[in-house]
Structure formats: structure tokens, C-alpha cells
């Protein structure tokens, strides 16, 4: 399959956040009643869907926190950095060919600043951040209809079996890092297209598919 579009999650698929965003739950946590999260390994083999279930978290508390984390966020996000060899992924897709996005339930203006940070805003066309209570696959599916690309012409990037699961809502196919939110056994089970272990693996697939 050549794809035309690359759509990328942010939060531990381009950008190191994790443990950061695990600190300011933590934080957070006594304020919406929430008990901390300590075992973040055991939270990696988890389903996002599950876990917020096993911790009584609904949806309008989750729109809380989530503005809540988003705020604490943007007074670090000058510290966050992007993956090693991440830069250089973008920038040689980008060379190749390939339209670059982001789309991400954290803020725009968070998302910007990292990428400057790491000199790699100039690869991207555009950056959509907000949370949708009902599923990321309406925000992917906005972005296809915005930049006239088909679903089948299109790829997600992602760290959770969440981003997985919005791509096939939206019509496109996955691939799942294993860097990030979910570990490589979870993501397995979803099956998507393609399983990476590290941005060198990511990148020689797509050039290799994009022939």
C-alpha cells in the first residue's frame, strides 16, 4: 500500500511526555478523586478504555482532566524533547515525499512549541490537537476531508491500541510504535499494519513501501 498522508499521535509516539504526564496525574489526582497511578509498566499492558473503567474515570471527568493536564503541560513543555532519531525520520519521509500531520488530543500550541524546539514544525502541514469525548476517529476523519486525501491513502502513527483503533474507525491504516502508552504485546493484538521498535525500523518500512 503507498500512502500519500502520514498522520502522527504525539504523546509518546513523537515526543517523550510520558513521564511527565504521569507525574502531573499523579499530582491531579487527589483533586478529582482519582487514586495515583504507581505501577506505569502494568499500565502499559492495559487498554486505555480499561483502565479509565477500572478507575471509575468517566467521560466528563476525563474532559476535566485532560484540560487540567494540558495546562500543567504546557508550563514543561519547553523541557519536553522529541525521540532520538525522530528528527531525522521526519525530515527524510518528508524528503521522500510524503504530506506530514499531527493529530493528538493535547494542544496545538503544546505540540508546536516541541516540534520548534527540536527545529521540526517545518515538516509538518498541519498540527490538530483536541480531545474528542467521542473518539480521535473524528478528528482523523476532519483531516482527510480537509487535505482531500482517501482513507486508504492514509496512515496513522501511534503509541496506544486507542490510535490503532480510531485509524480502522476512520477508514486508514495503522502503524504502532512501541515506545510509548502501550507495550509491544498489547499492540500486537490489535494488529496493525505495521509494529515498529524503533524510528530507523519506521522509516526504512516506509521508504520501502512507498517504491
Known amino acids: ?29 487527589p483533586e478529582f478523586g482519582l487514586e495515583p497511578i504507581e505501577d506505569a509498566q502494568a499500565m502499559r499492558d492495559t487498554p ?63 505540540i508546536r512549541r516541541c516540534l520548534q524546539a527540536s527545529d521540526a514544525e517545518q515538516w509538518f502541514e498541519l498540527v490538530v490537537g483536541s480531545w474528542q469525548p467521542l473518539g480521535k476517529h473524528r478528528s482523523l476523519r476532519r483531516v482527510l476531508r480537509r487535505t482531500g486525501v482517501h482513507p486508504q491513502q492514509a496512515l496513522y502513527v501511534g503509541d496506544e491500541v486507542r490510535d490503532i483503533t480510531a485509524a480502522r474507525r476512520a477508514g486508514m491504516d495503522a502503524a504502532a510504535v512501541t515506545w510509548g502508552g502501550n507495550t509491544r504485546h498489547l499492540l500486537a493484538q490489535y494488529h496493525p499494519e505495521k509494529l515498529v521498535d524503533d524510528p530507523i525500523e519506521l522509516t526504512g518500512w516506509l521508504t520501502d513501501v512507498s517504491r
Do not use: C
Not at 80 to 85: E, G, K, N, V
Not at 86 to 102: D, I, N, T
Open 48 to 110: 486505555p478504555s480499561d483502565l479509565l473503567r477500572q478507575r471509575g474515570i468517566r467521560w466528563w471527568k476525563m474532559i476535566r482532566l485532560r484540560n487540567a493536564i494540558v495546562r500543567r503541560q504546557k508550563n514543561e513543555i519547553d523541557s519536553i524533547r522529541l525521540f532520538p532519531d525522530v528528527p531525522e525520520m521526519l525530515e527524510r519521509l518528508h524528503a521522500s515525499g510524503y504530506r506530514l500531520g499531527v493529530v493528538s488530543s493535547n494542544s496545538a500550541a503544546n
Open 1 to 29: 500500500m503507498q500512502y500519500s498522508i502520514i498522520l502522527w499521535d504525539f504523546d509518546g509516539t513523537l515526543a517523550d511526555t510520558l513521564p511527565g504526564l504521569l507525574r502531573i496525574f499523579n499530582d491531579l489526582a
